[in-house]
């Protein structure tokens, strides 16, 4: 169970450098594929910062709770960490339909982003409450 937990913990943090990483280099995937019909104006700034601080938020509850979680033992605090990655997972996918994203491929990886990120720090709640 041990492995399990870490290995969560590393795909959350993977997810949440994507959620970083998506803004910069998703309008250049889009403009790849569609050609210069995206508007990056207004929806590209509004993202790369939204993204930055969200992904590294989650960025960081990841490597704390990494670093924190001993085998065995019930660390304080953590629990709530994965609840604020449910959280923010919540908002990476809801956010396309709050902020009325416009472009669907940022709108869709957004929502697979965040509700993956939700999934895994939920099923982290349940193997914690295992191990103990």
Excluded: C
Excluded at 28 to 46: P, W
Excluded at 91 to 105: H, I, M, N, S, Y
Aim: proline share 2%; no cysteine.
């Amino acid at each position: 169970m041990k492995h399990a937990l870490k290995a969560i913990h590393w795909i959350i943090f993977a997810l949440a450098a994507w959620v970083i990483l998506a803004p910069f280099v998703g309008d250049d995937i889009l403009r790849l594929f569609f050609g210069n019909t995206v508007d990056q104006v207004g929806l590209i700034g509004m993202l790369r910062w939204d993204d930055l601080f969200i992904g590294l938020a989650i960025s960081v509850l990841g490597l704390i709770v990494v670093t924190l979680e001993q085998p065995n033992i019930k660390t304080a605090g953590l629990r709530a960490m994965h609840w604020l990655q449910i959280g923010l997972g919540a908002w990476v996918a809801t956010a396309p339909f709050a902020l009325d994203f416009t472009l669907r491929e940022f709108t869709w990886s957004h929502f697979v982003t965040g509700f993956f990120i939700a999934i895994f720090a939920l099923i982290q709640i349940n193997l914690e409450d295992a191990k103990h």
